[in-house]
């Protein structure tokens, strides 16, 4: 607003910052772009660090349920290594068309031995109170170097590395880190206590 003064009167003369209706669209649609942008490189860099994917099946019961959705950390081993009870995602035998999710028990160099309803790392049993029901099998793996050792927590009914074997780790997805839905059982998940006891 600017005021102009003479000897007679005063007189009030409106600016106006408003530009044409052309200026105003061109502003919309810059604007418009601009946002459009910014939501793309934020979908891409957050689907470059995460995934989110479904449970399918009771393998990991108690812990996570058949309609589980999760969020999984990609750069979680890019970034650091395996640890003893993360929950991973992995290719079935190095296939992308087939995830599994299970539980990390030995780590590369490892023994694992299970028997008597007890497992045990290099010698030492583990306390394990997330799992369904203690493990009515028996065997004794090494896990070679480059590869994990995994259970489901529904110890009896999954299928795992007491069945087929080691899990490479160039087959991991990476590691389970939030259960977002159902709403009422959002949490994150941690790796237990147990895992720094096993030297």
């Not at 607003?1 to 044409?20: D, F, Y």
């Not at 490189?41 to 959705?69: D, K």
Request: without cysteine; charged residues 20%.
């Amino acid at each position: 607003m600017l005021v102009e003064q003479n000897e007679t009167e005063t007189k009030v003369v409106e600016i106006t910052t408003q530009g044409s209706p052309e200026k105003k669209a061109h502003g919309f649609w810059r604007d418009l772009i601009e946002t459009i942008l910014m939501a793309v490189v934020l979908f891409l860099l957050l689907n470059a660090a995460t995934s989110r994917v479904r449970v399918y099946n009771i393998s990991m019961q108690p812990t996570l349920h058949e309609g589980n959705l999760l969020v999984v950390n990609k750069l979680a081993y890019k970034l650091g290594e395996p640890k003893r009870g993360d929950i991973i995602v992995f290719h079935y035998q190095g296939t992308v068309t087939e995830d599994y999710i299970k539980r990390v028990i030995g780590l590369p160099g490892d023994i694992v031995e299970i028997g008597g309803g007890t497992v045990r790392v290099n010698g030492q049993a583990i306390t394990e109170p997330y799992i369904a029901e203690l493990p009515g099998y028996t065997g004794t793996w090494k896990v070679p170097e480059g590869e994990l050792f995994v259970l489901g927590d529904n110890r009896n009914h999954s299928s795992d590395s007491h069945d087929w074997g080691f899990v490479e780790q160039e087959w991991v997805v990476g590691r389970a880190v939030i259960v977002y839905w159902p709403l009422d059982r959002i949490r994150v998940l941690n790796s237990p206590d147990w895992v720094h006891a096993a030297p």
